[in-house]
Nanobody
Framework: QVQLVESGGGLVQAGGSLRLSCAASGRTFSTYAMGWFRQAPGKERAFVAT????????YYSDSVTGRFTISRDNAKNTVQLQMNSLKPEDTAVYYC??????????????????WGQGTQVTVSS
C-alpha cells in the first residue's frame, strides 16, 4: 500500500508558476506509475499528467501540454508537477495518484489506485 501527501498549492496570478510535490511512503515507489489529476468545482476529477516508474514515459492532457511538466525522484520517493503559464481555468484541487498499472493506463482512474488528500491551486485573473 502507498500513502501520498501533496504540497505546494496556493494562490497565484494568471501567467505565474507553481510547483507541486507529492511524497510517497513505501519501499517500492519505483514500481508505481505516478500521476497528477485535478478536480474543479462542479466537475469530475480529470487526468493531468502521468509518469512511468522509471520516469522515461510521460503523458499529458491536451490542456496542459507545453505548460506543465511531471517528474519524479525515485531516490526520494517524490513526484513533482511544475506548472507554468497558469490560467484561471487551471484552478482546481490537485491530487497525486499512484498505480500498479502503466502510465498510459493510469490516465483512466480506477478504484484500486492510490490517492493523496489533494492540494488547492487557485489562479486569479
Amino acid at each position: 500500500q502507498v500513502q501520498l501527501v501533496e504540497s505546494g498549492g496556493g494562490l497565484v496570478q494568471a501567467g505565474g508558476s507553481l510547483r507541486l510535490s507529492c511524497a510517497a511512503s513505501g519501499r517500492t515507489f519505483s514500481t508505481y506509475a505516478m500521476g497528477w489529476f485535478r478536480q474543479a468545482p462542479g466537475k469530475e476529477r480529470a487526468f493531468v499528467a502521468t509518469i512511468s516508474g522509471n520516469g522515461g514515459i510521460r503523458y499529458y492532457s491536451d490542456s496542459v501540454t507545453g505548460r506543465f511538466t511531471i517528474s519524479r525522484d525515485n531516490a526520494k520517493n517524490t513526484v513533482q508537477l511544475q506548472m507554468n503559464s497558469l490560467k484561471p481555468e487551471d484552478t482546481a484541487v490537485y491530487y497525486c495518484g499512484a498505480s500498479t498499472r502503466t502510465a498510459q493506463s493510469m490516465r483512466d482512474m480506477r478504484p484500486n489506485d492510490y490517492w493523496g488528500q489533494g492540494t488547492q491551486v487557485t489562479v486569479s485573473s
